[in-house]
């Protein structure tokens, strides 16, 4: 009797811990501000039912020929530097949100960063240089939290492309400061070009496909609209052997949200709360329950929740809007 309870027993705590081990990264991309941050601005996401906060400093280039990146300066708002970096995770840990440490660059007057190329080997090597500086940095703050993931560039497709040995070496500098799991966030129409997917943890994707060109699409409108796309990313993740992570995921409450989803210089647009909440209930239908999922970080949260977001916003955040009650719901699953 006593073996088998004590049979029992093992089988229920295995149980439990495969559970525990298969829990989705159910996160948020938590916006940069100047201010430090309280209990007041980590609650709302602990109401999400988030597990993960992607933690965003910043570095800045005059355009896309320029080969020298600033970073961690006192012109910079607090939370894009280093001791932003420090207190912002610190915060969020002793809540037990876990970590990811996502660097992202930004280029003057928000041209993309997917298009930064140099025009010379001298100013490669400058920009090789100056970036490694960067995300040294920051790999070794994201080792001093044990953050759980480190995210080693954001869209960053010529300089991937057109580099490929730097990106291999930097990915050894990398892991000799920072022994935590390591991602790249690929721009949607860049990840299967990537050419470091095997040399590091997850395949990351910034997972802004598009979907629908219906002005209000239905779930199943969405779900339909994924099934080419996640074929791709299967296909690449069987070869590649690694688990796909969606690095950024979301929606703007508009219409037509599905046509280009990616798109945030539109200001315009009528507000559709209903489109928000249905692309998200899709793309969590179609994902959230693969093997091969990760799980994936929403754009974008930010600090002030009651200041943000709302019925009259037309915006990627789902703060106040049915889509935070949403995803309350498939993060608390």
Known sequence: ?????????????????????????????????????????????????????????????????????????KRQWFGETENGLLQYAKRFQKENVRIMVKPHIWVWRGEFTGNIKMDSEENW????????????????????????????????????????????????????????????AANWDEYSRVPFWKEIDYIGIDAYFPVSDLKSPTVADYEAGWQPHKQAILKLQKSVKKPVLFTEFGYRSVDFNGKEPWDSNRIEGSVNLQAQANALQAIHNQFWQEEWFAGGFIWKWFHRHANVGGEKNNRFTPQNKPAEELIRKLYGL
């Open 125 to 184: 090597q400058v920009l090789e240089d100056s970036y490694t500086a960067f995300i040294l940095t920051y790999a070794k703050a994201a080792a001093s939290l044990n953050a759980e993931i480190f995210c080693i560039g954001t869209e960053l497709e010529q300089f991937v492309v057109n580099r490929p040995a730097f990106w291999q070496q930097l990915i050894q500098k990398i892991r000799a400061v920072y022994k935590g799991k390591l991602t790249y």
């Open 1 to 73: 009797m006593k073996t088998k309870k004590l049979l029992l027993l093992l089988v229920i705590l295995l149980n439990f811990s495969c559970k525990s081990q298969s829990k989705k990264i159910n996160g948020v991309s938590f916006v940069a501000s100047r201010d430090t941050i309280s209990t007041q601005h980590i609650t709302p996401v602990l109401k999400a039912q988030s597990n993960y906060v992607a933690l965003m400093p910043f570095g800045f280039i005059k355009n896309l020929a320029t080969p020298t990146i600033t970073h961690n300066t």
